[in-house]
């Protein structure tokens, strides 16, 4: 739970509220690492189409014995000495907003409207407590606009480590259906540099 007070987004939270959040989550994962996992899935899950289980904010941490697919996928590229992330973070037409040295933008290949990515200027695996305080105040920040542009959206969020640190948000505006489940092939119809404009608006 996020907060004693009933908020149904995290787009609700006070600053004070949201920063114990990063600051707890920070703790859960340190205590996690101290007892042997090697990885800590935490998500977001907001809507019910989006998996939520309550209609009360709330996040969930999965303590994983090895990095889980998504991460691993991220990872080849950095093996060749190439990051996307610091790739993406050249663009400033993909840019939503700043906080610290930590930024919100627009996902290049998003797999839904308004996929956004948050993630420090700096190359790093893992965060430090607190940029991941800013990076959820900037969560929280983009679950606003997005909110003031689309209304009430369902949408799910997580944290990747171990290659350039990022949070990753996807709105589910879209239904995925066959030709994304499967063969791996998003139809997104705003490109990201609009979705970047009107979020950013
Ligand atoms: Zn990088
Ligand atoms: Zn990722």
């Known amino acids: 739970m996020h907060t004693p007070r009933h908020a149904r987004s995290l787009d609700e939270l006070e ?8 600051s707890v989550l920070f703790a859960r994962r340190r205590a996690a690492q101290a ?19 309550l209609p009360h904010s709330h996040s969930q941490l999965f303590w994983l014995r090895e990095p889980p697919p998504a991460v691993l996928e991220e990872l080849p590229r950095l093996e060749q000495g190439r990051c996307g992330v610091c790739e993406v973070l050249q663009d400033e037409s993909l840019e939503i907003a700043l906080r610290g040295d930590v930024t919100a933008f627009s996902s290049p290949a998003g ?82 540099e609009e979705a970047a404009r009107r979020l950013r608006a």
Do not use: C
């Open 15 to 22: 600053e004070a509220e949201m920063k114990a959040v990063a």
């Open 111 to 192: 797999r839904a409207p308004y996929e956004l990515v948050i993630a420090p200027r700096q190359h790093a695996a893992e965060p430090a407590e607190p940029d991941l305080v800013d990076a959820a105040l900037l969560l929280r920040d983009a679950i606003r606009r997005l909110h003031d542009v689309e209304g009430p959206v369902p949408l799910n969020a997580w944290l990747h480590t171990g290659g350039h640190w990022h949070l990753e948000l996807v709105p589910r505006l879209t239904v995925f259906a066959g030709l994304e489940l499967g063969a791996g092939i998003y139809v997104n119809s705003l490109p990201p």
């Open 35 to 53: 007892e042997g996992f090697a990885y800590v899935q935490v998500v977001l899950n907001e809507g019910r189409i989006a998996g939520s289980t």
